[in-house]
């Protein structure tokens, strides 16, 4: 993405679990001293996102989704990742069995292929995103860890998903998006500018420069 599209003046609205908008589930600037559980991926938005929470004075704490990804060689160094970032505390939750469950209950339903612009969509992204909000937050609700923040930008669906789902499981949850907060985009808002930061704070990250995009399997 872009570094400038980045910059463009974040929304500043959240939704609630009936579907209206609040002026006061979202946080639009970091909450200092505050717990901060980060739906953390290992990836550089989320690494990133940590280690530059911390280092502003939050407390955060990282939960990883095993969603059983083909590309994850070690899901156990992921929250070791975390704790080397300034993670409070983190935790690996299993979602393999729930991802199974809905997956399941989408093909039975025949709500597994959508159709967007005359082209097939298979919901595998947004089953992913329904498990992942919600299990990750009940077990942010178990440590009384009760503001939610991930990587997800505010131009793409996952944003809204994460909203959604998170308040489902936890109505007094608010909302810290780092691509919400100006003073996060100022700093850090590109990839390169992110993994500029990581190397400058003694962090070798695996992902180049010069990657200009993450993948989601």
């Known amino acids: 993405m872009h570094k400038n599209a980045l910059k463009q003046k974040p929304i500043s609205l959240s939704v609630n679990q009936a579907g209206f908008y609040s002026m006061t589930t979202i946080l639009?600037?970091?909450?200092a001293g505050q717990r901060i559980g980060i739906a953390f991926s290992g990836g550089l938005d989320t690494s990133a996102a940590l280690l530059w929470m911390r280092?502003?004075?939050?407390?955060p704490y990282a939960y990883t989704a095993n969603l059983g990804q083909p590309d994850e060689d070690d899901y156990d160094a992921i929250p070791r990742r975390a704790m080397e970032y300034g993670?409070?505390?983190?935790?690996?939750?299993d979602c393999r069995k729930q991802l199974v469950a809905e997956g399941i209950a989408a093909?039975?339903?025949?709500?597994?292929?959508?159709?967007t612009g005359g082209l097939?969509?298979?919901n595998t992204t947004p089953l992913g995103r329904a498990v992942t909000g919600t299990m990750l937050v009940a077990a942010m609700k178990e440590d009384g860890v009760n503001i939610w923040g991930d990587g997800s930008t505010y131009k793409g669906?996952?944003?809204?998903?994460?909203?959604r789902y998170g308040l489902l499981t936890n109505a007094e949850l608010q909302i810290y998006k780092p691509w919400l907060d100006t003073d996060f985009i100022d700093e850090l808002g590109g990839r390169h500018e992110m993994s500029e930061f990581?190397?400058?704070?003694?962090?070798?990250?695996?992902?180049?420069?010069?990657?200009?995009?993450s993948t989601d399997s």
């Open 198 to 213: 990581m190397i400058a704070c003694g962090f070798d990250y695996k992902m180049s420069v010069e990657k200009a995009y």
């Open 28 to 31: 639009k600037h970091l909450p």
């Open 55 to 59: 280092q502003k004075g939050a407390v």
């Open 157 to 163: 669906n996952d944003i809204e998903r994460f909203y």
């Open 120 to 122: 097939t969509y298979f």
């Open 107 to 115: 093909i039975q339903c025949g709500a597994f292929h959508n159709t």
């Open 87 to 93: 993670a409070e505390n983190a935790r690996l939750i």
